[in-house]
């Protein structure tokens, strides 16, 4: 049976049976796409002899790369997964490598296995090319005894953000690779965002300081999924401008998409992860080999298991050829995997987002997305993963019970109109940029004739003082230099912000750190920790000595910790007029008081226990706006309710900062919120949302030139969801402090509609 009657006969169940019919929110057909060819002149004779042989002919976004760089131009590819970017981008490395035989390029990846997989692929073309380059790996698993061969003879390294942070502190050992460099590839660029991004931002300007110390000047390439704002996040994450190739030249087959929701009468008998089991059934028993990608490891363990069961009783021989992949497994058992889907073996694996980004296990013919894994650009990455060449393939993206999922059910435009989400870096967090100065002092000392405004940011000399008086930093002569007991790189940590850390012990082992609101909010006294997904008891919080000790228990219960929040307005704020509504944004400062948990078993509160902690205060970055006493007037006549302009106001709250990750690439954790009926700053009722990191992380300031759009997309979730009183798919948080009481679905309507009055269509979309 070919492809297209597979998928085809798929499709009818999907609409025909009873089990699946109701569910189908909305099928999208994209059609197929032909390829479109270019010719580039030039080429060297051992590229085109490589091209002739293989019969490759290059598209049309391989050759504008090619172009832009021969001309010294930056570029950023967002063209689409499995288009040829890797081609893209290695073409023209190897040309100047093949025309200056001192020449050096650095491949940074977010994740070991994609550099794994790439050095493949540089081996083979070293060999076709017959070009001496010596790719090779430098990170934490390099053998100790080849890394100085490795500095001395490869003219490609491959190397992550991590590797990264601690070579720059021995450059002179590197003195030859980095006055020849020409290229610094940065491949699944989209992963540097947020604290991570914020912090390789400042990591890449160190290395092109030290760069500019030996005298040379790298074109960069990035490569990375469709963004709405690709030139600017390419320019904050380097420091350099950049051209954008984006049309994609790739052949593509019919792709069906069908957006499933077991939520359709607002709820559900049967749990998105048992639907997903259901689904992956009929894909692997109609013989489509499956990807499906679930939200977490345990996750992927489970519907795995619970296939292998299921397909035991209706088709034994198809038992053995069900499995789960994820981070953790043995490096021989991933490599063995990634070779079954390749070869067609294994026809259903679940895994978690590990199988993503660009390692290579050819094309599939479906997809299954259990649950929107956070950001469109992440769903377009795995959808990526259906369709041989030119055949037809089936995505389905299974919907949970929370505001994004059930919004883009009901509006399926957000998914495939143009892209909508904004990767944020913060070139401003004054704890992240004095962290890097730091490690710059010690690789080289901060000259007085450097403009450090310039590299790391206006307000550099004030970090430099405040580095000078902890004793981090001293004066000699032309400038500064380190004055640390420890190496710099070590005081730093690309993953966060906060250098209060806390460290997870069990049985005399390091099991994970956390910074300190994550240990408050997950790791308590008395809480259930979950780790890759194994469950722990808190048996001691030791806040002087920063450790918490757990210890392994298989238990039915789960903690939640419950909190009060008091926000402080510090100086005045920005003002930006939309129509007949104001919003402000500007510093803040937040105290979170953790008083108590509870141990729970699905929604049922078991018992209550308290919590002697002291607060947490930071300062950060929000924004905010008031509700006058005449809209609460307007409402409290309009809506009868007790708590109706209370829970409304809650409502709002809540329900803006689950659509904020729709436009801007975060997690709702990533921000904080309070909602209160007279706030002492204002004397009015006002809601506040602010980056929930020490300093701000750019987050907050996005949303609020994009608030117009982020308030109609909040309306049309709240007032298409089913509920009548509210409910985990509108205005529902999992993180609320307080139990999300009050909530009033009625008064959170009316005042989200009063906004958008107030601003008008001209406001509507920013």
Same mark, same amino acid.
């Given at each position: 049976?070919?492809?297209?009657?597979?998928?085809?006969?798929?499709?009818?169940?999907?609409?025909?049976?009873?089990?699946?019919?109701?569910?189908?929110?909305?099928?999208?057909?994209?059609?197929?796409?032909?390829?479109?060819?270019?010719?580039?002149?030039?080429?060297?004779?051992?590229?085109?002899?490589?091209?002739?042989?293989?019969?490759?002919?290059?598209?049309?976004?391989?050759?504008?790369?090619?172009?832009?760089?021969?001309?010294?131009?930056?570029?950023?590819?967002?063209?689409?997964?499995?288009?040829?970017?890797?081609?893209?981008?290695?073409?023209?490395?190897?040309?100047?490598?093949?025309?200056?035989?001192?020449? +050096?390029?650095?491949?940074?990846?977010?994740?070991?296995?994609?550099?794994?997989?790439?050095? *493949?692929?540089?081996?083979?073309?070293?060999?076709?090319?017959?070009?001496?380059?010596?790719?090779?790996?430098?990170?934490?698993?390099?053998?100790?005894?080849?890394?100085?061969?490795?500095?001395?003879?490869?003219?490609?390294?491959?190397?992550?953000?991590?590797?990264?942070?601690?070579?720059?502190?021995?450059?002179?050992?590197?003195?030859?690779?980095?006055?020849?460099?020409?290229?610094?590839?940065?491949?699944?660029?989209?992963?540097?965002?947020?604290?991570?991004?914020?912090?390789?931002?400042?990591?890449?300007?160190?290395?092109?300081?030290?760069?500019?110390?030996?005298? %040379?000047?790298?074109?960069?390439?990035?490569?990375?999924?469709?963004?709405?704002?690709?030139?600017?996040?390419?320019?904050?994450?380097?420091?350099?401008?950049?051209?954008?190739? %984006?049309?994609?030249?790739?052949?593509?087959?019919?792709?069906?998409?069908?957006?499933?929701?077991?939520?359709?009468?607002?709820?559900? *008998?049967?749990?998105?992860?048992?639907?997903?089991?259901?689904?992956?059934?009929?894909?692997?028993?109609?013989?489509?080999?499956?990807?499906?990608?679930?939200?977490?490891?345990?996750?992927?363990?489970?519907?795995?298991?619970?296939?292998?069961?299921?397909?035991?009783?209706?088709?034994?021989?198809?038992?053995?050829?069900? +499995?789960?992949?994820?981070?953790?497994?043995?490096?021989?058992?991933?490599?063995?995997?990634?070779?079954?889907?390749?070869?067609?073996?294994? *026809?259903?694996?679940?895994?978690?987002?590990?199988?993503?980004?660009?390692?290579?296990?050819?094309?599939?013919?479906?997809?299954?997305?259990?649950?929107?894994?956070?950001?469109?650009?992440? +769903?377009?990455?795995?959808?990526?993963?259906?369709?041989?060449?030119?055949?037809?393939?089936?995505?389905?993206?299974?919907?949970?019970?929370?505001?994004?999922?059930?919004?883009?059910?009901?509006?399926?435009?957000?998914?495939?109109?143009?892209?909508?989400?904004?990767?944020?870096?913060?070139?401003?967090?004054?704890?992240?940029?004095?962290?890097?100065?730091?490690?710059? %002092?010690?690789?080289?000392?901060?000259?007085?004739?450097?403009?450090?405004?310039?590299?790391?940011?206006?307000?550099?000399?004030?970090?430099?003082?405040?580095?000078?008086?902890?004793?981090?930093?001293?004066?000699?002569?032309?400038?500064?230099?380190?004055?640390?007991?420890?190496?710099?790189?070590?005081?730093?940590?690309?993953?966060?912000? %906060?250098?209060?850390?806390?460290?997870?012990?069990?049985?005399?082992?390091?099991?994970?750190?956390?910074?300190?609101?994550?240990?408050?909010?997950?790791?308590?006294?008395?809480?259930?920790?979950?780790?890759?997904?194994?469950?722990?008891?808190?048996?001691?919080?030791?806040?002087?000595?920063?450790?918490?000790?757990?210890?392994?228990?298989?238990?039915?219960?789960?903690?939640?910790?419950?909190?009060?929040?008091?926000?402080?307005?510090?100086?005045?704020?920005?003002?930006?007029?939309?129509?007949?509504?104001?919003?402000?944004?500007?510093?803040?400062?937040?105290?979170?008081?953790?008083?108590?948990?509870?141990?729970?078993?699905?929604?049922?509160?078991?018992?209550?226990?308290?919590?002697?902690?002291?607060?947490?205060?930071?300062?950060?970055?929000?924004?905010?706006?008031?509700?006058?006493?005449?809209?609460?007037?307007?409402?409290?006549?309009?809506?009868?309710?007790?708590?109706?302009?209370?829970?409304?106001?809650?409502?709002?709250?809540?329900?803006?900062?689950?659509?904020?990750?729709?436009?801007?690439?975060?997690?709702?954790?990533?921000?904080?919120?309070?909602?209160?009926?007279?706030?002492?700053?204002?004397?009015?009722?006002?809601?506040?949302?602010?980056?929930?990191?020490?300093?701000?992380?750019?987050?907050?300031?996005?949303?609020?030139?994009?608030?117009?759009?982020?308030? +109609?997309?909040?309306?049309?979730?709240?007032?298409?969801?089913?509920?009548?009183?509210?409910?985990?798919?509108?205005?529902?948080?999992?993180?609320?402090?307080?139990?999300?009481?009050?909530?009033?679905?009625?008064?959170?309507?009316?005042?989200?509609?009063?906004?958008?009055?107030?601003?008008?269509?001209?406001?509507?979309?920013?």
């Amino acid at each position: 049976m070919g492809n297209s009657e597979m998928v085809g006969r798929v499709l009818r169940r999907l609409k025909s049976d009873i089990r699946y019919h109701n569910r189908v929110e909305h099928i999208e057909v994209l059609p197929p796409q032909e390829a479109r060819y270019d010719d580039v002149e030039g080429l060297p004779q051992n590229i085109m002899g490589y091209l002739k042989t293989r019969g490759i002919k290059l598209y049309r976004h391989q050759c504008r790369t090619l172009e832009l760089l021969r001309v010294g131009e930056n570029v950023i590819i967002t063209t689409p997964t499995a288009s040829g970017k890797t081609l893209a981008f290695n073409m023209p490395v190897f040309e100047t490598l093949n025309e200056d035989e001192d020449a +050096t390029a650095l491949y940074i990846y977010p994740a070991k296995a994609l550099a794994n997989d790439q050095l *493949k692929t540089l081996q083979e073309l070293e060999k076709e090319f017959k070009i001496p380059i010596n790719p090779a790996i430098y990170d934490g698993d390099t053998d100790r005894s080849k890394k100085p061969w490795i500095r001395d003879n490869s003219r490609i390294v491959l190397t992550n953000p991590y590797e990264l942070h601690l070579v720059l502190s021995w450059h002179f050992q590197w003195e030859k690779f980095f006055k020849n460099l020409k290229y610094v590839v940065i491949d699944e660029a989209h992963q540097y965002r947020g604290v991570f991004g914020s912090n390789v931002a400042f990591l890449i300007r160190r290395l092109r300081r030290i760069c500019n110390f030996y005298g %040379s000047d790298p074109q960069f390439v990035l490569s990375s999924a469709t963004l709405a704002n690709p030139e600017e996040f390419s320019s904050k994450l380097t420091g350099k401008s950049f051209k954008l190739v %984006s049309e994609d030249g790739s052949p593509c087959g019919k792709k069906h998409f069908v957006l499933y929701n077991p939520y359709f009468k607002g709820k559900s *008998k049967t749990s998105s992860h048992q639907e997903t089991k259901n689904l992956l059934l009929l894909f692997v028993l109609n013989d489509l080999q499956t990807l499906c990608f679930t939200v977490s490891r345990k996750m992927a363990e489970l519907i795995a298991l619970w296939s292998k069961n299921e397909m035991e009783e209706i088709r034994p021989d198809l038992t053995g050829k069900i +499995t789960s992949y994820r981070a953790g497994y043995l490096a021989k058992e991933r490599r063995r995997i990634e070779l079954g889907l390749k070869n067609g073996i294994l *026809k259903g694996v679940t895994t978690t987002n590990a199988l993503e980004l660009g390692i290579n296990i050819g094309s599939l013919d479906g997809v299954i997305i259990s649950g929107f894994p956070g950001t469109i650009m992440s +769903t377009w990455q795995q959808a990526g993963r259906a369709g041989r060449g030119i055949d037809e393939s089936l995505v389905v993206l299974v919907a949970f019970e929370n505001p994004l999922d059930q919004y883009l059910m009901k509006h399926p435009e957000s998914i495939f109109d143009k892209p909508h989400e904004h990767a944020i870096i913060d070139l401003h967090n004054p704890k992240i940029v004095s962290g890097h100065l730091m490690c710059a %002092s010690a690789e080289i000392p901060l000259k007085n004739n450097e403009n450090w405004d310039e590299i790391f940011g206006e307000g550099s000399e004030a970090h430099i003082e405040k580095l000078q008086e902890n004793g981090l930093v001293k004066r000699d002569g032309e400038g500064f230099v380190y004055a640390g007991d420890k190496v710099a790189a070590f005081s730093v940590s690309l993953d966060s912000i %906060s250098s209060d850390m806390f460290r997870v012990m069990f049985a005399g082992r390091l099991l994970e750190v956390l910074d300190r609101e994550q240990a408050y909010r997950e790791a308590h006294e008395g809480a259930v920790l979950i780790n890759r997904g194994e469950t722990y008891l808190v048996q001691s919080f030791n806040l002087e000595k920063r450790v918490i000790n757990v210890v392994k228990r298989d238990v039915a219960h789960h903690t939640q910790v419950v909190r009060d929040i008091d926000v402080e307005i510090i100086g005045e704020g920005i003002r930006k007029d939309m129509g007949d509504f104001s919003i402000f944004f500007g510093d803040l400062e937040v105290s979170e008081y953790y008083h108590k948990y509870k141990i729970m078993s699905y929604d049922k509160v078991h018992a209550t226990k308290p919590l002697d902690l002291p607060p947490l205060k930071f300062k950060t970055k929000g924004l905010w706006f008031t509700v006058s006493d005449d809209v609460r007037d307007e409402l409290e006549k309009a809506v009868e309710g007790k708590e109706v302009f209370e829970g409304g106001i809650h409502g709002v709250e809540h329900a803006l900062i689950s659509m904020i990750p729709f436009n801007i690439m975060c997690d709702r954790f990533d921000m904080g919120g309070l909602s209160t009926p007279k706030h002492p700053g204002t004397g009015m009722a006002t809601i506040f949302i602010y980056d929930a990191f020490e300093g701000g992380m750019g987050l907050a300031e996005k949303a609020s030139e994009l608030f117009g759009e982020i308030l +109609t997309r909040t309306f049309e979730l709240v007032r298409d969801c089913r509920c009548e009183v509210g409910c985990p798919a509108c205005i529902y948080s999992p993180k609320c402090g307080n139990d999300n009481k009050p909530l009033d679905k009625r008064g959170t309507l009316f005042l989200l509609q009063r906004m958008m009055d107030m601003i008008g269509e001209d406001h509507g979309n920013d």
